[in-house]
């Protein structure tokens, strides 16, 4: 799991810094999945190594332009570049109906199919690999966070040592995978527990944007290896971060804190500060594993140290 | 009057060109009216010398995405910057239904007013310094082509001439700037035309995209001192141009041709293009006083030479 992000600003794009959208990379499945999607996250994606041929979900926080205006122009140019799988699109009410207005007036026709899935509460998506869930956050318009959860794999079977002890293969080899003892036909005993590799805990990352502080927020962070949180404003314009609904750096790094995370990564940061380090120093001064976002910025999401 | 290209692809953005709009300053009124308004229009806009605070009027020529979907951020954003004048919009009927869902689902809300004029065959605007004219072109959808007409303007009184001659202010200086001939009370004789310059024939930009050939754009761009007209494909991809109703080369070059302009500007280029010399080449083998827009391409539109 990769996470690319795409635009980090709030509200505006500035020179250096476009609106909302990131990308995580699922590379064991060759797919993108799109968390917000501003005005020119295509032209960011463009210019980034992310393909959006391999976009296949996007989720949306909540609808404000910022966060949805790119949504259109992406999935008319993916039209165009021929893309055929089906996409699903996971965001609070109201974004079909955007959607729908948005293509039915400028005629765009996609040829592959769209599904707008309503958020709520709870689990949005699951599969054999993954599940993504939500809770809402609390901004001026209905928000959600999300947390993309991987799930723990088992230890992998190491074949060429069974092979290498002339093992036969079938039926044995999952039973050993099973870590069972099993005593074969020649009176040899083997433990499966010497074939099978340590279980990998599945990682998880959480993205919490647009929002003031919320316990939501640190529940759907609790122990990611990797927690997203905006922090629009410094320490010291908390008045503006609460008469818009709006994290301080303070208020992120609390969240990372309670939630116990292994990583912050503050973005979405307000134009007015043109330079960032205060807005660091002032968040790992309560939670020292925190960096900031900047476009293009890619995180390999580390697997827990614990 | 000058010329800014912030989009010249047609469909999708490339990384060097994005999707159409142009602007043209208005420097006598401190003025940008912007010609359709594709996304990351604003993020141009922030590239270029534009002042998007100065935008007081945009003109769609249609509702395909690749001319639209940067509207409602770009109005979003003036807002957040403190816009406070009037904004008109000239567009085909379902504009306005467009920009409103954008801004109601996303619960935009402009302090400033916003006003969408259907557009139509004839005078779309007019007043003391232009007239914008409008026409429909040949595409898949209601598209318009415009013409920005500046009036010719009278000749300059020199004032400091007749105030060097002792002419007393007042009502005899507005009938010299009549071109009348007035006798003073101390008997001398003084002839307007000796105190008026020679008058300004106003400049005329035709704007035409996306169309194939058609009379329409040869009418509204008569003698016009700049055409802009699309070319999205070369003369040997003609059935593509047929298929999709849009313009080859020889189509825009024809248009120029037909309508005697003084320049012709070709944007809305397919990507499929990588070097466009030929295209060029193809244009000015009909039209020679031909150029390539390029985005970020600025043209101070010039005076008639006849």
Redesign the interface.
Known sequence: MQITFLGTSS?????SR?VSSVAIKLPQRSEVWLFDCG??T??QI??SDIKSSQITKIFITH????H???L??LL??CG??GATQRMDIYAPS??G??LD??LR????KLAYPVKVHRAKTGVVFSDADFTVTCAPLKH??TAYGYRLTEHDRTGRFDVEKAKSLGIPEGKVYGLLKQGKTVTLEDGRTFNGADFVGAPQKGRAIAYCTDTIYCDNAVELAQKANVLIHEATFAHQDADMAFARLHSTTTMAAQVALGAQVQQLVMTHFSPRYLNLDELLAEARAIFPNTILAHDFLTIDVPYSTN
Not at 11 to 15: A, D, E, I, N, Y
Not at 63 to 66: M, N, T
Request: charged share 20%; no cysteine.
């Open positions: 509200g505006v794009p500035t020179k476009n005005e020119g295509q032209h463009m210019r609808l404000h332009g910022d949805i205006f790119g259109a122009g008319a140019s165009m570049a109201g974004l109906e955007y207005a948005s007036y400028s005629e765009t001026r318009v």
